[in-house]
Nanobody
């Protein structure tokens, strides 16, 4: 059974930093696009950042310049370095793994359980 286990969330003051980690029990981890999503109470889940299998990265406009996504393929781990955190970054952060097969005809996708990030003074 595939598991994605997030860690590193917590309470931080505005302007502070946190580093989230997600370790995945995936075979061929390097073939998956890895993403971080977040969901605040009463708000739809939103994509925060993605790092593809070929190491391209994309970020939501709201986090560009503050967050950095990276991956360690031999360790099956993806990271999200979050700097200059603001109260509006408060949310549950979820790790996502996605692999597309057969020119999009098949998709394999997995989610972690989430880790809470709270930015407050």
């Amino acid at each position: 059974q595939v598991q994605l286990v997030e860690s590193g969330g917590g309470l931080v003051q505005p302007g502070g930093s946190l580093r989230l980690s997600c370790r995945a029990s995936l075979v061929l981890f390097s073939a998956y696009d890895m993403s971080w999503y977040r969901q605040a109470p009463g708000v739809q889940r939103e994509l925060v950042a993605t790092i593809t299998s070929d190491l391209s990265t994309n970020y939501a406009d709201s986090v560009k310049g503050r967050f950095t996504i990276s991956r360690d393929n031999p360790d099956n781990t993806v990271y999200l370095q979050m700097n200059i955190l603001q109260p509006e970054d408060t949310a549950v952060y979820y790790c996502n793994a996605k692999r597309v097969y057969d020119l999009g005809a098949r998709v394999r996708e997995y989610w972690g359980q989430g880790t809470q990030v709270t930015v407050s003074s």
